[in-house]
């Protein structure tokens, strides 16, 4: 008995979850500490109800410490870090030397955001039996902390350790710890602010490693960047990849991402088509980066944006259940491309269609957080507030950052303080927009300022409109050099020499710009002209001027009355 549990619980170690579900089933009979693995097994391999199901038999009291702490894990898989973390806890005093019960609430803890309380629990566990996956968690708390000097001397015992360890692991698992460790050491030469150090380590790893295990690292490398506010260096280390695999289409992806959050979205949508074509050249599913670009297309290119909703409608339909992919996840990715399409129609106004088509995507997956959302969006561009408000309320429930986000939105603002601390901590977890999330931060400041908290509120306002600018490309004294140079070439001298020069046609003159770009400031300036009549906002203008296939401007044509002044925003 004890051998077999030895070797089920190194498969858990290795991160072997078939092998460990088909070798628990195979037992003659299974014991209660075996029954625990195989629902870890089942947790990992997403059956959280075979697993739940599987643990309702036994007593946790009648566990030894071993199989109560593979209890905790299973718990941790299912996302019941609470009850994880009260048996553990419960178990330590009988155990207090058990190296993998350490880590395991040490995680509890990090996930509690504990993480102070968790390093030491994780060094404890490491002088009691040295694990890979132990190094990590650590070496990420030492870099959140800035405890440079301890992850270095870290990173280097898991390198001395890892050298050792390695051949005894499965290929696929071995070479995800590879990647993991090339990533931390990256990140501790970040850290430091030692650039030259990280770009010469990397441009070394070209000659030794394959395509995508070094495209792979370049990604993470670009994530890591971008997190830190460095989108402009984030950029070169994907150009630096794409010189050397100029068809490696992640590469082209998350170029794109962060040529959008900058708000290049031509360059950002060029991308992205360059990796489809790549992807369907190399006969990879396009499904993911179809959906990426109708998403990106809706606002300004709502013709491109539907073309893609409705090929990624088509290819998930054309999919059938794999070992890769079952049924459950295929009918997900037809929701979500459902979803594309339902977004489009909105935007194009036909809001019938959208309601529509949300409904139906929700009847089939009522916790679908997209159309949840993306419904409650449109009720409250037609006004029906009431209904928008309950169907965030929804998206609360599943994913609470973006249900606060979205009610705060529709003015419904939380009540405790408790709860914006909270989404503050999310607002400052780091990603691809830089060390905070500016959107997320401006909506926590109009819910501080409805708490009349004003000081609060214009700290994360100018916070997050400071985070906004680092990403624009956008020089005050430039733009002032411009504006001079253009008011000195047309000054009023000009046109008093120029009286006589001039259109007397009374056709229409439109205005078009980018909404908020000063379009009404423009049409007031001419209709302040006894012979011009300001006809206001007369909607979008069509794409008949567009050549076919190229990206331009997408707008609509209401052609008013002779004599008029018309005024068009243009997404």
């Known amino acids: 008995m004890t051998g077999s549990l030895t070797l089920l619980r190194r498969l858990v170690e290795m991160q072997q979850f078939d092998a460990l579900h088909e070798a628990c089933y195979s037992l003659p009979v299974i ?24 643990l309702m038999a036994l007593d946790p009291a ?12 299973v718990h941790l898989r299912l996302g019941e870090c609470d009850a ?30 504990r993480g102070e309380e968790a390093i030491p629990l994780y ?45 005894h692991w499965p290929a696929s698992q071995a070479a995800l710890h590879d990647q993991q460790l090339r990533g931390l050491r990256l990140e501790l030469w970040l850290a430091r602010d030692d650039f030259v150090s990280a770009d010469a380590w990397l441009d070394a790893r070209h000659a030794e490693l394959a395509e995508d295990d070094y495209c792979g690292l370049l990604t993470g490398y670009a994530q890591r ?12 280390a994907l150009r630096r990849g794409l010189w050397h695999y100029p068809d490696h289409t992640d590469l082209y992806q998350q170029h794109a991402e962060l040529a959008e959050l900058q708000g290049r979205l031509p360059q950002a949508l ?16 396009t499904l993911p980066l179809r959906l990426k670009l109708a998403s990106l297309a809706t606002q300004g290119y709502p013709a491109l944006a539907r073309k893609m909703a409705e090929q990624a409608i088509e290819e998930a339909g054309a999919l ?40 139906d995507i929700l009847q089939a997956h009522p916790h679908l957080v997209p159309a949840l959302q993306g419904l409650g969006q449109l009720y409250m561009q037609l006004g029906r507030i009431d209904e928008a408000v309950a169907l965030f309320g929804q998206v609360l429930a599943v994913d609470p950052a973006r249900g606060h986000a979205a009610l705060i939105n529709a003015r419904r603002f939380p009540q405790d303080e408790e709860t914006l601390i909270r989404l503050e901590t999310l607002a400052r977890q780091p990603g691809l927009f830089g060390p905070v999330q500016p959107g997320l931060l ?83 300036i001419l209709a302040g002209h006894s012979q011009i009549h300001g006809a206001g906002e007369l909607g979008v203008i069509p794409q008949y001027d567009r050549p076919a296939g190229t990206l331009g401007a997408s707008y609509r044509v209401r052609t008013p009355l002779p004599g008029l002044c018309g005024r068009s925003d243009c997404g």
């Not at 009648?62 to 894990?73: G, I, K, N, P």
């Not at 960047?225 to 070169?236: F, I, S």
């Not at 991308?271 to 599913?285: C, E, P, T, V, Y």
Request: proline share 4%; net charge negative; hydrophobic share 45%.
């Open 225 to 236: 960047l971008a997190e830190r506010g460095r989108h402009a260096q984030a950029e070169d």
């Open 442 to 524: 401006l909506q926590l400041a109009a819910a501080w300022e409805k708490r009349k908290d004003y000081t609060k509120a214009f700290t994360l306002a100018n916070e997050a409109n400071a985070a906004s600018r680092a990403l624009l490309r956008y020089d005050p004294v430039a733009h002032r050099q411009g504006s001079a140079r253009i008011r000195h070439a047309f000054s009023r001298s000009l046109y008093e020499h120029r009286r006589s020069i001039g259109n007397d046609s009374t056709l229409p003159v439109f205005v078009l710009g980018m909404p908020r770009s000063g379009t009404t400031l423009v049409e007031q």
């Open 123 to 167: 060094e404890c566990s490491l002088r009691l039996q040295p694990r890979i996956a132990v190094y990590q968690p650590l070496l990420r708390l030492y870099l959140q902390s800035e405890a440079l000097p301890q992850a270095e001397e870290t990173l280097a015992a898991a390198d001395l350790f890892w050298a050792g360890e390695r051949e």
């Open 62 to 73: 009648t566990l030894e410490v071993d199989a109560r702490v593979d209890l905790a894990a």
């Open 84 to 113: 994880a973390q009260a048996l553990l806890e419960a178990t330590r005093p009988e155990a207090p030397d058990h190296a993998l019960l350490l880590a395991r609430l040490a995680a509890c803890y990090v996930q509690h955001q």
């Open 270 to 285: 060029a991308l992205l088509n360059r990796a489809l074509h790549l992807a369907g050249q190399q006969q990879k599913m």
């Open 320 to 359: 059938t259940p794999s070992p890769e992919m079952d049924a459950a996840q295929i009918g997900q990715w037809l929701a979500q491309a459902q979803v594309a399409l339902a977004g489009v129609d909105a935007q194009e106004q036909h809001y019938t269609d959208a309601e529509a088509r949300y409904v």
């Open 31 to 54: 014991s209660s500490a075996e029954q625990v693995l195989l629902a870890l097994a089942q947790a990992h391999l997403g059956q959280p109800e075979t697993a739940r199901q599987t």
